[in-house]
């Protein structure tokens, strides 16, 4: 994975405009973040490849809806993904992210790795190089408090939908699918679902991340209208209601 190549400075100045900018915006509140206990010293190496890199991955990410890059050398390399759903304006993906980083710095101000997920994006540091790895460190699961009234036969449903959205997400170039499924025939009801990992994946390890947290969905989502399994590789979602953007 290269460094990216553009002058530190302006970078640094980016990520200064990018706190003040947020600053003045109103937040949305992260679903979940998680930081370690290993700190890094306060203004040393690693914290000025961070700055840097949390500012150009600020700038990559809205384009594609996908940013990522290592700055520095070891042991002060930062590494560095920001990801936002795949139905997310380039718009709201930048506001996203710009939350999603100024939050996270402000959590775990001197933690060497951090992840911080929100409905349209999730990022994630390290000090080590975790690019092209199905992280299995952090898994969260939320769903809908409402029950349906045909658990079993909805429960092979929701299942059906989302292992063929993996499939379809782990032969795109975005790693990325959504769809739906019709329940019932006579009353038009459906599913709706998306699946989506971090581009870092292959697409065998993309399949492996999304069929993994699908065999979640029984200890989180029975019977459920609504539920999600959210990695920082990879997070499936479905709902009785369209929740996808056009
Ligand atoms: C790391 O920094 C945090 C925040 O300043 C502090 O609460 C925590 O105790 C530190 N952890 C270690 C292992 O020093
Ligand atoms: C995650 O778990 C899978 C299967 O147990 C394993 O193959 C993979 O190496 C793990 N990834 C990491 C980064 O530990
Ligand atoms: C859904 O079902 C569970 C388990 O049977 C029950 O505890 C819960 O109260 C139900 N939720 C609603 C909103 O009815």
Known sequence: MSSPGVSSAFYFLSFVLLLQTVALGANVDPLFHSCSNENFTANGPYQTNLNTLVGYLYHQAPTTGFGIGSLGQNPSQANGLALCRGDVSASDCKRCVADAVSTIRKSCP???????????????????????????????????????????????????????????????????????????????????????????????????????????????????????????????????????KA
Do not use: H
Request: charge should be positive; hydrophobic fraction near 30%.
């Open 110 to 244: 001197y933690s060497k790795s951090a992840k911080i997920f929100y409905d349209n994006c999730m990022f994630k540091y390290s000090n080590d190089n975790f690019f092209g790895q199905i992280d299995n460190g952090t898994k969260y699961f939320m769903w809908n408090v409402n029950n349906v009234s045909n658990r079993v036969t909805f429960n092979q449903k929701s299942k059906e939908l989302l292992s063929r959205l993996a499939n379809e997400a782990s032969g795109n170039p975005k790693l990325y699918a959504a769809g739906e499924l019709e329940l019932n025939e006579e009353s038009k009801k459906k599913i709706y679902g998306l699946a989506q990992c971090t581009r870092d994946l292959s697409y065998n390890d993309c399949k492996m991340c999304l069929d993994r947290i699908i065999g979640d969905l029984p200890s989180c989502c029975d019977g459920k209208q609504g539920g999600r399994v959210i990695t920082a590789s990879c997070i499936i979602n479905y709902e009785i209601y369209p929740f996808v």
